[in-house]
């Protein structure tokens, strides 16, 4: 099975850093990777499908990269709505696992 | 208005049986994959399993944790998913959360763009 690896578990940021969360698969993945936020209490949101392409009503400033084994998500200028947990997810039937997931907190 | 709402969660003990529904409205069920992920208290997410649309025959696919013990399936009637759990154990102890599986990019994937709430499940003596 695959497995996915997020790194860092956590991350300290202001407003207005650039942030940067890996996910790293245990094969060859293509770019079948999505990256969700969640907020405590609420189900995820999905932010980033096809491990580049910005879900409708996404802001600009997330964008994500990679193929293959190595992923990133970026948020170029963090907002205070972004402080949250995100996770990643491998969509290569099956499983489906989740990266551990990064919390970002102030 | 993409909704889904699920329901039947609670307390059962260890080595009972729990079944978990979801009504979805706003979209036709037959015509998306199904995906039943959980969270533990204070941990990350899980994928629980999926079923397919009904061009792949609504198959179904399962993580290793939950195989044999859990299944899914659907009512279109009700427009509903069901996630029937049995055998629970004490490590089933989960947020249960429903989400609709779009067909996203080029590349064919299906990625879960519309959850639910979520539902408690507890399992304890």
């Known amino acids: 099975d695959i497995q996915l690896t997020q790194s860092p578990s956590f991350l300290s940021a202001s407003v207005g850093d650039r942030v940067t969360i890996t996910c790293r698969a245990s094969?060859?993945?293509?770019?079948?990777l999505g990256w969700f936020q969640q907020k405590p209490g609420k189900a995820p949101k999905l932010l980033i499908y096809?491990?580049?392409t910005l879900q409708s009503g996404v802001p600009s400033r997330f964008s994500g990269s990679g193929s293959g084994t190595e992923f990133t998500l970026t948020i170029s200028s963090l907002q205070p709505e972004d402080f949250a947990t995100y996770y990643c997810?491998?969509?290569?039937?099956?499983?489906?696992?989740f990266g551990g997931g990064t919390k970002v907190e102030i | 208005e993409v909704r889904l709402v699920e329901s039947g969660g609670g307390l059962v003990q260890p080595g009972g049986s729990l079944r978990l529904s979801c009504e979805a409205s706003g979209f036709t069920l037959g015509d998306h994959y199904m995906e039943w992920v959980r969270q533990a208290p204070g941990k990350g997410l899980e994928w629980v399993g999926r079923?397919?649309?009904?061009?792949?025959?609504?198959?179904?696919d399962y993580a290793a944790s939950v195989k044999g013990r859990f299944t899914i399936s659907r009512d279109h009637s009700q427009n509903s998913l069901y996630l029937q759990m049995n055998s629970l154990k004490t490590e089933d102890t989960a947020v249960y959360y429903c989400?609709?599986?779009?067909?996203?990019?080029?590349?064919?994937?299906?990625?879960?763009?519309?959850w639910g709430q979520g539902i408690l499940v507890s399992v304890s003596s």
């Open positions: 079923s397919r649309d009904k061009t792949k025959s609504y198959t179904t």
């Open positions: 096809g491990a580049s």
């Open positions: 989400a609709r599986s779009g067909l996203l990019g080029a590349t064919g994937g299906h990625y879960c763009d519309y």
């Open positions: 997810q491998q969509l290569q039937c099956c499983p489906l696992p």
């Open positions: 094969q060859d993945i293509n770019i079948h």
